[in-house]
T-cell receptor, first 121, second 112 residues
Framework: DAGVIQSPRHEVTEMGQEVTLRCKPISGHDYLFWYRQTMMRGLELLIYFNNNVPIDDSGMPEDRFSAKMPNASFSTLKIQPSEPRDSAVYFC???????????????????FGAGTRLSVL | DAKTTQPTSMDCAEGRAANLPCNHSTISGNEYVYWYRQIHSQGPQYIIH???NNETNEMASLIITEDRKSSTLILPHATLRDTAVYYCIVRLLPNRDDKIIFGKGTRLHILP
C-alpha cells in the first residue's frame, strides 16, 4: 500500500482565497483524521471521521474551516476564506480499529501522510 | 484522563542505546501505550505499542512497568537518523474532556 497520500505537498496562496487540501487514506481503514501543526501550538487534532461520518469536529478553529469525506477513499479540508494565521502544516492520518486483547479496548494505530505545507500571504 | 509526561529533550551518543522515559500514572487498564516519532518536516511515524508486556520490533523495544504507570522506549543503537521528536501517547482517540492526543514529546538529539 502506498500509505496515506496528501495533496498538494505545498500550497502558497493569498489571504482571502479558498484553499482545498486533499487526502487519500489507506485502503480498508475506517478512521480518518485531520491535524494542524504549528510551532506555537504543536500538533492539533481538527476533526476525525469514522466510516465517512464526522465524529468530532470540536478542534476545527472557525467556520472558515470545513471537512468532508464523500467516500472511504477521499477526504478534503477546505479553508474559505484563508488568513495568514492559517499558515501551518496540515496532516491527514488514517487508522483501522482493531480488537485488542480480549476484554481490552481496541487499538487504533494512526498512519500519517507527508503533510501539506500551507502558506497564506 | 490519562496523560503523559516526557522530558523536553535528551541527548544520546551515536551507537549507544537511547532510553526515552514516559510517565502515564493515570492510565486505565484497557489503554495501550503508543510511541510515535516525528522527524523534521515529516509526518509522525508509528514506532511501537504495548499493553502490559514488553514489546520489541525492528525499530525499538518498549518496556512497561508492572504497575503500568510508566514506560521506556529503547532505541538499541541510535544513529543520526533517529534525531526526532518522540511522542508517548495513551489515547489515540479524543474524548469529551481531553482533546490532546500528541503532547510536546521529547526532542532527541543524537550526537556524532
Amino acid at each position: 500500500d502506498a500509505g496515506v497520500i496528501q495533496s498538494p505537498r505545498h500550497e502558497v496562496t493569498e489571504m482571502g482565497q479558498e484553499v482545498t487540501l486533499r487526502c487519500k487514506p489507506i485502503s480498508g481503514h475506517d478512521y480518518l483524521f485531520w491535524y494542524r501543526q504549528t510551532m506555537m501550538r504543536g500538533l492539533e487534532l481538527l476533526i476525525y471521521f469514522n466510516n465517512n461520518v464526522p465524529i468530532d469536529d470540536s478542534g476545527m478553529p472557525e467556520d472558515r474551516f470545513s471537512a468532508k469525506m464523500p467516500n472511504a477513499s477521499f477526504s478534503t479540508l477546505k479553508i474559505q476564506p484563508s488568513e495568514p494565521r492559517d499558515s501551518a502544516v496540515y496532516f491527514c492520518a488514517s487508522s483501522f480499529s482493531a480488537p485488542g486483547l480480549a476484554g481490552v479496548a481496541t487499538k487504533n494505530i494512526q498512519y500519517f501522510g507527508a503533510g501539506t505545507r500551507l502558506s497564506v500571504l | 484522563d490519562a496523560k503523559t509526561t516526557q522530558p523536553t529533550s535528551m541527548d544520546c551518543a551515536e551507537g549507544r542505546a537511547a532510553n526515552l522515559p514516559c510517565n502515564h500514572s493515570t492510565i486505565s487498564g484497557n489503554e495501550y501505550v503508543y510511541w510515535y516519532r516525528q522527524i523534521h518536516s515529516q509526518g509522525p511515524q508509528y514506532i511501537i505499542h504495548g499493553l502490559k508486556n514488553n514489546e520489541t520490533n525492528e525499530m525499538a523495544s518498549l518496556i512497561i512497568t508492572e504497575d503500568r504507570k510508566s514506560s521506556t522506549l529503547i532505541l538499541p543503537h541510535a544513529t543520526l537518523r533517529d534525531t526526532a521528536v518522540y511522542y508517548c501517547i495513551v489515547r489515540l482517540l479524543p474524548n469529551r474532556d481531553d482533546k490532546i492526543i500528541f503532547g510536546k514529546g521529547t526532542r532527541l538529539h543524537i550526537l556524532p
